[in-house]
């Protein structure tokens, strides 16, 4: 069964730092690629961040422009984890974090439409 499970979520103050984790699991295949999304109470849900497949174009990332020089996409093969690295973070940041796969070398759209095989989200909490 094809299972994502995001973690690392939690309360940090305005300029503080968080690293969120996506766990894959339930297939074997490098033919993926993994989204960041969020969603804010009362908002539309927001592509975050993507990055491409192990094979290919490895390595490419996209951004939003709201967390683009602050957020950094990674992932571990070995591990089949997808790091996210928030850093100067601001309370419009809080949200429920998600990640997601789409089958595929190279990231589309940040449009959680072309995405599947969803996580359960974590809290991402930026108060003082």
């Known amino acids: 069964q094809v299972q994502f499970v995001e973690s690392g979520g939690g309360l940090v103050q305005p300029g503080g730092s968080l690293r969120l984790s996506c766990a894959a699991s339930?297939?074997?295949?490098?033919?993926?690629?993994v989204g960041w999304f969020r969603q804010a109470p009362g908002k539309e849900r927001e592509g975050v961040s993507c990055i491409n497949s192990n094979a290919g174009n490895a390595g490419g990332t996209s951004y939003a422009d709201s967390v683009r020089g602050r957020f950094t996409i990674s992932r571990d093969k070995v591990k089949n984890m997808v790091y996210l690295q928030m850093n100067s973070l601001r309370p419009e940041d809080t949200a429920v974090y998600y990640c997601?796969?789409?089958?595929?070398?190279?990231?589309?759209?940040?449009?959680?439409?072309?995405?599947?095989?969803w996580g359960q989200g974590t809290q991402v909490t930026v108060s003082s």
């Open positions: 997601a796969r789409r089958i595929g070398q190279q990231c589309p759209r940040l449009d959680g439409r072309f995405f599947n095989s």
């Open positions: 339930g297939f074997n295949s490098d033919y993926y690629v």
